[in-house]
């Protein structure tokens, strides 16, 4: 999935730094832009709890630490965003433990645990063969690189991160790999599985997120395919009709407790609404989006690095997305230079 850089923050707020300061949206049509409920806050948490999450080297490969969801790309982004270089260090510190975990076993880790997306930008950045190494080994050597996941929607983490994993290596100058167009059918297929067939008693919002990251990162950067937006976008439908927990402004966690919701990974949903209303312009998903996204901010447990990554390792691009949309929805022009939101 392409990188959000600083020329794309220049065009998120340039996108946005119209909207005007109304508490309330405009409908589709009006010439306003409606400003990202909860943003200010959402870059405020990035750089308190960014401090925090900064070097946990200390802490090894536990899941609970800031390396699990991708901490070296989370800091990138926020580098990258911040335009403050000091990121970078952070993004070495994740890399560090991450790329070392990888490396020391040939690659060969468990399926839920396949963050390519860091090390490639390393390897973009900084020519690292070490990172570049440790990327390939992902696509070649984790868990289920050898069959692409599953089609047992049992296995959707795990064949979403093989889409991503095989994508980073093609663009590190792999070959394409056997598996790939395998792995998109059968993220497609737990989709079905999920809201067609009904055939899951336990699916959780938070997965079809990642099956999201996975086919939108195909979609937008191997090969358009026409069945993933209306996939993807069924798939929004009903999350919303059946698992949105108004109480809690967020989706529940499993179907097995509808009780609450479970803000900590609502931003690993919301970017797929603001994809859907990119390539549609339906309202509807910038509106769904836009309760989802303030929810987490507002909700999610920052204090673990692990949440701290669920968090941003992509509502980056829900921002530029959601600001997009936008500027085609009204025809606002994009402007040079930097403004507040």
Known sequence: MENVTVLDRMLVIAAVACACALAGGAAAGDAEIVPIPEFKRWESNMIEYGRKHFDERSKGISEGNVWYYDGQRVFYQIADYTGDEKWIEAAHNSRETYRGYILENDGRIPGWRIFPHGLQMDWERHRNADSRKAAVLLAKESAFAATGGGADEGLSRETAYCINAYIAAEHLGEPRSPHLEKSVAWALGHINQWFVENSSDNWAPFMFGLTCEALINYYDNVKKDPRILPKIKMGLDECWKRAWVEKDQAFWYRANDKSKGAPDLNLL??????????????????????????????????????????????????????????????????KPGKGAI
Request: hydrophobic share 35%; net charge positive.
């Open 269 to 334: 949903v919301a970017p797929a609404y603001a994809w859907v209303y990119l390539q549609t312009g339906d309202v509807k998903y910038r509106d769904r989006g836009d309760k989802l996204f303030a929810g987490g901010v507002k909700g999610a447990w920052l204090d673990g690095g692990k949440q701290f990554s669920q968090n941003y390792r992509w509502s980056f691009h829900y921002v530029k997305w959601r600001a997009e949309a936008e500027r085609r929805r009204t025809g606002i022009p994009r």
